[in-house]
């Protein structure tokens, strides 16, 4: 009888693995919600105070699977300037990691960003026990002393009730740069506007573009209930002074009748606040089993034809800032390699979409 082999810890056998024990006293601990900080990517956080993507008392009822995801902070972002050494967080999480298809450094971590906008350079993620709801990760640490513009990205699937920055005594705080608009990219969708699954919160695709394009990014993909209710369009279209409007929630409508009766009602309802605004629709990414299921081929297909037909009236109609971009084509060529369960895309199948998000978007923004 073959001997059982000893289970293998490569936490303990590989030391680059191992957790990073932080000394404290080390650094001096600042709360984002003050200056010089600014925090992007809720909408609502100047006057609640909450990480939160969607209105904690909104004017109209959401869906209770909406107001419970709103609380996920994906998209969230706290941007500053500092001349520090070593920089860390220090983050109160409202729950565990729990997901068996994406890491835990996507779902709760924290990652960091270093440099100007449009050159910013991935350096660290959040080290921490997945199966503890507080924890303190460094970034990096006795670095060379001078000027970095710092980003540092929310996690994607759970809530944070606290966060705070940590950096060496020495070091000052200072604000970001300002964007290039105060306009505000609105998308709309899914688990996969949400950024299920990648690895880390910074390569979700929404926050891919926004360090291609300065402008401010809200993330409101709704894991499994981006279903384009109308409570969702009338809380959207109170946001102020958006610069544009993705809707990319195909995805989550159960049949085609269901994307007929939502789409123009999501659009009418926007129009009414937001007659100028772009509004970009995209259909749904390849699915791995497109390939063999000809009802879910046929079922994408006639709802890229609705989707596009849709845009194409409105626009004969007279709304020129109306466009569609087939999301088929967005991960490219061996499509079915860029997800993690057939469905859901890795870091690459976001690279991938972004990629071809990136040259559309910045070609109907306003100047």
Not at 231 to 259: F, G, K, M, R, W
Not at 276 to 305: C, G, H, N, W
Request: net charge negative; hydrophobic share 35%.
């Amino acid at each position: 009888m073959t001997k059982r082999k000893q289970s293998v810890n490569a936490l303990e056998l590989d030391t680059n693995m191992q957790i990073q024990k932080i000394d404290d006293p080390a650094f001096r601990w600042y709360s984002p919600l003050e200056q010089p900080f600014h925090i992007a990517g809720f909408g609502w956080l100047q006057d609640e105070q909450l990480y939160r993507r969607l209105p904690a008392k909104p004017e109209w009822q959401l869906p209770e699977a909406v107001n419970n995801l709103a609380n996920c902070t994906a998209g969230g972002q706290i941007r500053f300037t500092t001349n520090a050494a070593s920089l860390a967080v220090k983050v109160k999480l409202s729950g565990t990691a729990n997901m068996y298809h994406m890491p835990a450094t996507g779902q709760c971590g924290f990652d960091c960003y270093i440099g100007e906008p449009g050159e910013q350079h991935y350096v660290g993620t959040s080290r921490y026990d997945h199966t503890q709801t507080e924890y303190e990760s460094v970034f990096y640490q006795n670095m060379e002393r001078e000027s970095r513009v710092i980003t540092l990205n929310f996690p994607l699937y759970q809530g944070v009730e606290e966060v705070w920055v940590g950096i060496d005594p020495i070091g000052h705080i200072a604000a970001p740069a300002t964007y290039t608009s105060n306009r505000k990219v609105l998308i709309y969708g899914t688990s996969i506007t949400q950024g299920g699954c990648a690895t880390r919160p910074g390569m979700a695709y929404p926050n891919i573009l926004s360090r291609r394009i300065h402008q401010e990014f809200l993330n409101l993909g709704f894991s499994g209930n981006g279903k384009g209710e109308p409570e969702l369009a009338h809380i959207l279209s109170e946001i102020p002074d958006p610069a544009c409007l993705v809707l990319d929630y195909e995805a989550n409508c159960v049949s085609t009748e269901q994307l007929q009766k939502t789409l123009p009602e999501f659009i009418r309802i926007f129009r009414e606040k937001h007659a100028e605004i772009p509004i970009l629709v995209i259909s749904r990414i390849t699915y791995a089993k497109d390939k063999f299921e000809a009802q879910l081929m046929q079922d994408k297909m006639d709802r890229k034809q609705f989707q596009m037909q849709t845009v194409n009236q409105l626009r004969e109609l007279g709304d020129v800032n109306i466009y569609f971009h087939d999301g088929s084509d967005l991960l490219g060529e061996n499509a079915h390699e860029c997800t993690v369960d057939g469905v859901h895309p890795t870091d690459l199948g976001f690279m991938r979409m972004a990629d071809g998000l990136t040259p559309v978007l910045k070609k109907i923004l306003p100047e």
